[in-house]
Structure formats: C-alpha cells, structure tokens
C-alpha cells in the first residue's frame, strides 16, 4: 500500500501558538510535522521575535532566520504578525474559535527600570526598544558618545550597533570586574576590536538632563564585597567616587522581563513572584486545561537553546493531550547512554583534544563597524570538522 502523503495526514485539530519567538516556531514546527493545524500568532510586524528583533544583523543574518521560518512554515503552520494577545485577541476567543489547544510563548520584552533620577529623559532608549528599532529598520540617531549599562551579551550588542550607527565613543558601564561579566568573553574581545570602552566597577546613580534632554550620567565607583545569592561579589558603593561620564545616549540593557499586562487577575492565569507565568515545570499545562505556556514567559530570560526546549516539550504534551494521554508519564526521568565511538575514532578524537582550537576567521574590523554584515566568516569545511570531533560528537546516534 502507499504510504500516506503529508496532506493525507492532515487532522482536523487546530492548535494556537501565541509568539513566534524560538519557543513558539519550535512548538509549532513539531507538531505541525504530526499533522495538526498551526496557527501562529505574533504581535510584531516580523516573524522570529528576540532572534529578529534582538539580536544585531553582524549575528544573525536575516537570511538565514528567514530561511529557517519558511521551511517552518511548509510545515502545516501558517503565521499572522500584528496580532497582539490582549488588544487583538484574547485564549478564550482563541478556544471559542475552534481551537483545541493554545501554546502562550510571549518571551520577555519588557523593560526593566533602572530607578535613579532622570532615566525617563529624551536619550534614554530602552534596551529592548533600541535592538528592535534598529532590527525593525526604523532610523536611531544615538548622537556622538553614547554609554550602555550592563555586562551581558545583549549590553555588548546594544554597544556595537551604537558603533555601527556612527556614535565617535562607546563606554559600556558595569558595575562588577571583568571575571564576573555574564557576556561571552568572545563578544568582549570583539566589542574591545572595535574600540569600546568597558568601564569595569561603575554604576549610574542618576542621568543628567538639559531642557530634557541627557547631557551627561552621574556614576559611582564600586568595589566588591561578599558573595551574594547569585553566587558573585557583591558591587559596594565607594563613598565620594562619583564622577561624570558626558554622554549624548544611554542604553540601559540590564535585562529583560516577561510583560503580562493581557492576563488580568480575573484571567484564571497565575503569576509568579518573580513576574512570570506559572506553568508546570515538565508539562508546561496552565492551570487552564488546553493552555500551556514557555520559553521566556515562563522562566524569565534564558537562552534561545532552552526556549526551543520548551517549544519541544510544549508539542510533546500538546500532542498527548490531544490525544487524552497522559502529559507526564515517561518524562520524569530518562537514562542516557554513552555514543558508541569506535575505537580507532576515540583515539584520533584525543590527540586533536589536545590541540590549540582552530580560531574562526573575521570580518576586518575597519570595515565591519562600518556594515551590518556578518562578522564571523565561518571555518573551511575541513577545520569544521576537525572541531566539530573535539567533543560531542553530533554525527552519533544518541
């Protein structure tokens, strides 16, 4: 008998995924391969959101990102941008409709606030707000000097897309040292390349404004003190170290947060207290029978790796509800097992261990702060894979 085509496996179940976003577009993507129909809801005007609209072209080129959604999309998925949940829709009107099942992967694009004097001034620009401009296309005039506060890689990003949008001077202010900066040291050597300044144990006490308009940012020295719950020092104020940093901009980028403002207290969804929608850690269920929720929501900022997981685990239990399974069983706990090298392989694998790793090409920096095209220019196909053998071994069967 011939096997049945793709279209022969379509059901009749319609499933909801509001954000597309890592953790939205990987939901979908798996469970419109089994058959049901996806629809995605996306507020923005693009498709992708943090890896569109957060992270700099010289990272992720758009092709690529738009290579990856259209295939997404041969997948029985189809995408509708400008719906906002809350203002255009809301999950009831989405269950009322004929939806079996709804996926909230909103991530987290909320601003936090840095509370000193002056932030709400005419040069300040969110950082959230500032990537999304400028990914949007939109023109970002950030003067001549311009300091970014935070030590994460999105603070480096906001940095050299300063650069890139002709500011003469880029202070990055970080209130810790070098050895305690969460961006990837790689980002930093790149960011120093291309004549940032990192200004290591500052913290803004307040934004200096002219008829409105910043003119310049009072900061402090710090030092550090103990250990505190995030398992670094703790930044102490020096007292009488203030000083000023004249600047044009400022970009606060200390993070981001889930915004919630479409689920009211009457909605039947819980919040956390740390601002974040309540899911079950393994299911993902809501307290709403049919409604799931992941990714940046649910955990607060993370990595775009664990969206995606989150995506996955959200069509895992999608699928088994669908299906009057039980959501848990089986997913507790799994042994892993050890990828069967071949002997005369491992071997090989341990002398190139030892050997110093292959360092990628770049795009000179003279002319990369003067593009927005990629600045890694990847490996030749034979150092790729003589790094790709140096530890995890993806061409195995796990």
Not at 98 to 127: C, M, S, T, W
Not at 312 to 321: E, G, M, W
């Amino acid at each position: 008998m011939t096997p049945p085509t793709f279209l022969e496996r379509i059901k009749d179940d319609r499933v909801a995924i509001v954000g597309a976003g890592p953790a939205g577009l990987n939901a979908a993507y798996h469970l419109g391969r089994k058959g049901y129909q996806i629809t995605i809801f996306e507020a923005l005007p693009v498709a992708g959101g943090m890896l569109a609209v957060g992270i700099p072209d010289f990272r992720l080129p758009p092709g690529i990102l738009d290579y990856d959604i259209r295939f997404i999309c041969q997948h029985n998925v189809e995408i509708r941008t400008n719906q906002a949940l809350g203002k255009d829709f809301t999950v009831d009107e989405l269950l009322k409709q004929g939806y079996k099942a709804v996926f909230l992967a909103l991530g987290a694009h909320g601003n936090p606030r840095l509370n000193i004097p002056g932030e709400d001034a005419q040069g300040v620009l969110a950082g959230v707000d500032f990537l999304r401009r400028v990914n949007l296309g939109e023109e970002v005039d950030v003067g001549e000097k311009v300091a970014v506060i935070g030590g994460g890689d999105v603070a480096i990003d906001a940095a050299r897309m300063a650069v890139r949008l002709g500011a003469r001077e880029v202070f990055i202010v970080y209130r810790r040292t070098q050895e305690e900066m969460p961006a990837n040291p790689e980002e930093v050597e790149a960011a120093e390349d291309e004549k940032i300044k990192i200004l290591y144990l500052m913290a803004p006490t307040r934004i200096l404004t002219d008829n409105g308009r910043v003119k310049g940012m009072e900061c402090i020295r710090m030092e550090l003190g103990d250990y505190d719950e995030s398992g670094r020092r703790r930044p102490v104020p020096i007292k009488g170290s203030e000083f000023i940093l004249n600047v044009d901009t400022i970009i606060p980028e200390v993070g981001y947060k889930p915004e919630l403002t479409s689920f009211p207290k009457d909605s039947g969804f819980t919040i956390t207290k740390w601002g974040t929608l309540s899911a079950d850690s393994i299911t993902l269920a809501t307290h709403i029978p049919g409604v799931f929720a992941g990714g940046d929501v649910v955990t607060g900022p993370s990595t775009i790796v664990q969206a995606m997981a989150h995506g996955y685990q959200a069509a895992v239990s999608i699928d088994r509800y669908l299906k009057g399974q039980d959501l848990i069983k089986d997913r507790v706990f799994r042994a892993l097992r050890r990828a069967d090298v071949p002997k005369a392989e491992e071997e090989a694998e341990k002398v190139e261990a030892i050997k110093p790793r292959t360092r990628m090409a770049y795009l000179g920096v003279g002319r990369r702060v003067r593009t927005f095209s990629e600045v890694n220019l990847g490996f030749a196909e034979e150092a790729a894979i003589r790094e790709a053998k140096r530890c995890l071994r993806c061409d195995l069967e796990h």
